[in-house]
T-cell receptor, first 113, second 114 residues
Framework: NAGVMQNPRHLVRRRGQEARLRCSPM?????VYWYRQLPEEGLKFMVY????????ESGMPKERFSAEFPKEGPSILRIQQVVRGDSAAYFC???????????FGPGTRLTVT | DQQVKQNSPSLSVQEGRISILNCDYT??????FLWYKKYPAEGPTFLIS?????DKNEDGRFTVFLNKSAKHLSLHIVPSQPGDSAVYFC?????????????FGRGTSLIVHP
């Protein structure tokens, strides 16, 4: 049973470009969470999705950031017009229901130059 | 405003001794607590949890203690092993009203010396 998959593992973007981060949850998991970890910081919740629905996006910046979890395919975290402050590790987690422990992917390290 | 605080950024312990990692929280609505372990370049992995109806939960070498009145929990690792060297995150969440999303502390980096 494969774990949570994230790709790419490393992503370099120039300021102003778009970044797309992908997350495939564990098999049987329909709940996906995105977190961001800045250097020397803990994990900060961004958004919680269940197939085709955004359940909670209270941690997501209002501009430039969006997330989706379509019926088919991985969940996507999209950052438009990236800035240096977006450089961070972005982790995806999944759970079978919204009440269980979350299983994390290996993360995508975004570097904005 | 940090609702979950891990005040020690790092901890160094000798192999075979006890490691004690501490965590404090401020939100009275939190009633479920988790510890995650993270190696470099990997995602966090769930280690152990405790519900607020308990004050202790044990799993092998790992024991979590909860002091609700002090809003404090701790993770004990006995005996510590070099492979335990990692960053440990404390997390807390509610269990009602849909508040199942955990709030994480900043982590404590544990180094176990051989």
């Amino acid at each position: 049973n494969a774990g949570v998959m994230q790709n790419p593992r490393h992503l370099v973007r120039r300021r102003g470009q778009e970044a797309r981060l992908r997350c495939s949850p564990m098999k049987g998991h329909s709940h996906v969470y995105w977190y961001r970890q800045l250097p020397e910081e803990g994990l900060k919740f961004m958004v919680y999705l269940q197939k085709e629905n955004i359940i909670d996006e209270s941690g997501m910046p209002k501009e430039r950031f969006s997330a989706e979890f379509p019926k088919e395919g991985p969940s996507i975290l999209r950052i438009q017009q990236v800035v240096r402050g977006d450089s961070a590790a972005y982790f995806c987690a999944s759970s079978p229901t919204g009440q269980d422990e979350q299983y994390f992917g290996p993360g995508t390290r975004l570097t904005v130059t | 405003d940090q609702q979950v605080k891990q005040n020690s950024p790092s901890l160094s312990v000798q192999e075979g001794r006890i490691s004690i990692l501490n965590c404090d929280y401020t939100n009275s609505m939190f009633d479920y607590f988790l510890w995650y372990k993270k190696y470099p370049a990997e995602g966090p992995t769930f280690l152990i949890s405790i519900s607020s109806i308990k004050d202790k939960n044990e799993d092998g070498r790992f024991t979590v203690f909860l002091n609700k009145s002090a809003k404090h929990l701790s993770l004990h690792i006995v005996p510590s092993q070099p492979g335990d060297s990692a960053v440990y995150f404390c997390a807390a969440r509610g269990s009602s009203g849909g508040s199942y999303i955990p709030t994480f502390g900043r982590g404590t980096s544990l180094i176990v010396h051989p």
